[in-house]
């Protein structure tokens, strides 16, 4: 993958975890309903775990703590 290539990617990465975290806020907020976030929370999950690794480490910083410890304790998606 060229470098090019690589930052579209992390865009896109950043995106699909922005918006993740988004829905985990609004369902601790109580703002999404639990049906709601079980069954979008399910599909990105699934979609996580067949990503390439690099792209969820080369974000890390852009995304709170507790989203972070969610996907990492709670989902077991290691991505240090």
Avoid: C
Wanted: hydrophobic fraction near 35%.
């Amino acid at each position: 993958m060229t470098q090019t290539d690589k930052i579209r990617y992390l865009a896109y990465e950043h995106i699909f975890y922005d918006s993740w975290e988004t829905l985990y806020e609004g369902y601790q907020d109580g703002l999404v309903d639990e049906k709601t976030w079980m069954g979008w929370n399910e599909y990105i999950l699934k979609e996580a775990r067949r990503k390439p690794i690099f792209g969820r480490k080369g974000n890390l910083d852009q995304f709170g703590m507790e989203f972070l410890e969610y996907i990492q304790t709670d989902l077991g998606l290691k991505i240090d």
